[in-house]
Structures are given as C-alpha cells and as structure tokens.
C-alpha cells in the first residue's frame, strides 16, 4: 500500500493510505495516541468495510461510497453494483505534520465531485494531540447531484455518511458522553458541538470547526461497534448543485487516557482555537 505517515512531537501518530491497493478510498490507520495506543480499526469482521478514519458516503447520485451492502427502500440491504472509488490525484503540499491532497470521486468511469483534502496534525499537551481534517466536496459537472444515506432511503437512524472514524473494539464498549449528555442513545442523532469516545487508556474527541459541521448530527455506535461519524445526509438528502461546494472540517483530540467531562472541553477549546 502506498503510505504517508504523519508525526506529532516527533512521534509517529498516523499512516494515510492513498493508493490503489486502498480498494475504494484512502484513510488514516492506524492513528495512536503520543503513547503508542492505536485508536483505529481497518476491516474489522464486523464490518470489513470500516477503514480506520476516513471520509465515506454511501449514496452520492446512487454511488456507494461506503462500502458493502447498499440499503435500497422497500428492500433492504442489497448487494449492488454500484461502488466508486475516491482516486488520490496528487498532492498540493505533504509534510510530516500534514498534507493537502486532490482526490477524485469516480463512478461508471466519470468523475462525480472533486475532492480538496486538508489533514494537520498538532501537540495540545505531553499527552493529547488533534487531527484537523477539513474537505470540500465540488460537482464541477453540468448536472446536479446529491448525498443521501440509508436514513434517506428509508432505515431509520441511519444516517450516516461523511467524516467516519471506526474506533477499535475492546471487551467492554467504550462510554461517549457530549458537552451535556451520556450514552449512545441520548448522543445518537442529535447536533453537539463535541463528542467524546472513551476505551480503555483513550479518548478521542470530535468536534466540528465550522457552523455547518457543528450542525450536522452525529452518527455514534458503542455496543454494536466503536464509531463516530458526522453525519452529511442524517434525515434528508444533501443537494450539491452543478458547480457548487460542500465544505465539513473535524477536529479529532486524540489522548491517552479517560478524559471527563470538563477536560475533553478544554483541550476541543484547545484544539479547534489553536
């Protein structure tokens, strides 16, 4: 697999997968924490198409982004074909503390959206440091398109799609908590300004660094698997209009450790300031 890894304090903290051996998209994996810990999962055999942390849509005009089986109203989770591939075009700047990356959303041979991708690390403290990774998504095409999700097509609590980190899974499931609620049921489906995954000696906390990233809800998952996502398309579909631009940033503080309450706040506070 083709690589770039990125480093924080002079440490390794994340391997980016870009290349076509990837199969349908590049992503971060793994991710640690400053002490070594991984945080991230690749083709897990719960769900083989989870990849460490990425940005995975299933629906664009139709196209699977995501991976797997495909929801199809009144039918179900289907087999189709219909996958695209995020093609890595080149890169606009990479340093060991980050990259800036072209990539092509490709399906049936045409490109559908045009990908601007910018990953940043930085130190917050001795042990956390924050991944900031921002995208725009164009439709440079003369037709008009848009993103949905199982949600959109009629699975309830679906919605997922966008910015995903797959966590890995432990013995006991990890607890995730937001500025004011506990739980994967009171976090699921509902807009907060962060979000915090707490497993055994980590924590990572998602944040949205932009009013229309913090409005998009979030996608969490803690007894099935650990994963987090922000959701693009979590109850209606997301038009992105011939020459327009969908634009997400997620600051991820990833720290060793169980963070509380108060503490995942100031280092987001932190992390999306700094």
Known sequence: MTTALLSCAGRPVGRYGYGPETGSRPYL????????????EERPADHIHHLGASVAVPDVAGHNFWGGRTFVRDQGPTELDNHGTQRHLGWKLRDP???????GWEADGAELLREHRTVAVAEISDTAWA??????????????????????????????????????????????????LDGEEAVHGRAA????????????????ATDETRRDPWFVRTTEYPGVGSSLAADRRLPVPAGATVVRRVVTVVADGRLDRDAAAAHVRKAVSG
Do not use: M, Q
């Open 193 to 208: 300004d962060w979000l915090a995954l707490a497993g055994d000696g980590w924590t990572l906390v998602f944040a949205g």
């Open 97 to 103: 503390d980050g990259f800036v990356e072209e990539l």
């Open 131 to 180: 991944l900031d990774f921002s995208f725009s998504l164009s439709n440079r095409g003369s037709t008009d398109l848009s993103i949905g999700s199982p949600a959109t097509n009629g699975r309830p609590g679906a919605g997922y799609g966008g910015f995903f980190w797959r966590a890995p899974k432990e013995a006991v499931a990890p607890a995730v908590f937001s500025g004011t």
């Open 29 to 40: 994996h793994p991710v640690t924490t400053l002490a070594g810990t991984p945080v991230t």
